[in-house]
C-alpha cells in the first residue's frame, strides 16, 4: 500500500521560502520518478518539477530558478525547496509518484498512480 504524505507547506510573504517534504510508505523513493504538481483554484493541476531514477529533473519554466527537486533516499523522501516565493506560487501542492524509471515516459498528469493528500501554500 503506497502512501504519500506532504508537510512544509504554510504561509509566507513574497520573497520568502518554504520547503516542502513528502514521506513515502510502501514504495521506494530512488526507483522511480516522482513529481510535485501544484493547483490554483479554476485552474488545471500542473507539474511543477519531477526527478527520475537516474535524477534527471525537469522543472516548469515559472519556477526555474527558484524551486529545486530532491531526493532524500535515507528518508525515503521527496522534496521541493521553493524560494523567492511570489503570489502566482499560491496553489495547494502534491507530491505524486510513479513506477516509472524516466519521467519523460510519463508526460501526463495522469501517468501518475499515486498521490498524496495536499498542502496549502499561500504567497501574499
Known amino acids: 500500500h503506497v502512501q504519500l504524505v506532504e508537510s512544509g507547506g504554510g504561509s509566507v510573504q513574497a520573497g520568502g521560502s518554504l520547503r516542502l517534504s513528502c514521506a513515502a510508505s510502501?514504495?521506494?523513493?530512488?526507483?522511480?520518478?516522482m513529481g510535485w504538481f501544484r493547483q490554483a483554484p479554476g485552474k488545471e493541476r500542473e507539474r511543477v518539477a519531477s526527478?527520475?531514477?537516474?535524477?534527471?529533473?525537469n522543472y516548469t519554466d515559472s519556477v526555474k530558478a527558484r524551486f529545486t527537486i530532491s531526493k532524500d533516499n535515507a528518508k525515503n523522501s521527496l522534496d521541493l525547496q521553493m524560494n523567492s516565493l511570489t503570489p502566482e506560487d499560491t496553489a495547494m501542492y502534491y507530491c505524486?509518484?510513479?513506477?516509472?524509471?524516466?519521467?519523460?515516459?510519463?508526460?501526463?498528469?495522469?501517468?501518475?498512480?499515486?498521490w498524496g493528500q495536499g498542502t496549502q501554500v499561500t504567497v501574499s
Open positions: 526527478i527520475d531514477r537516474y535524477l534527471r529533473i
Open positions: 510502501g514504495y521506494i523513493v530512488s526507483r522511480y520518478c
Open positions: 505524486a509518484a510513479t513506477t516509472a524509471y524516466r519521467c519523460s515516459s510519463v508526460p501526463y498528469v495522469t501517468d501518475f498512480g499515486y
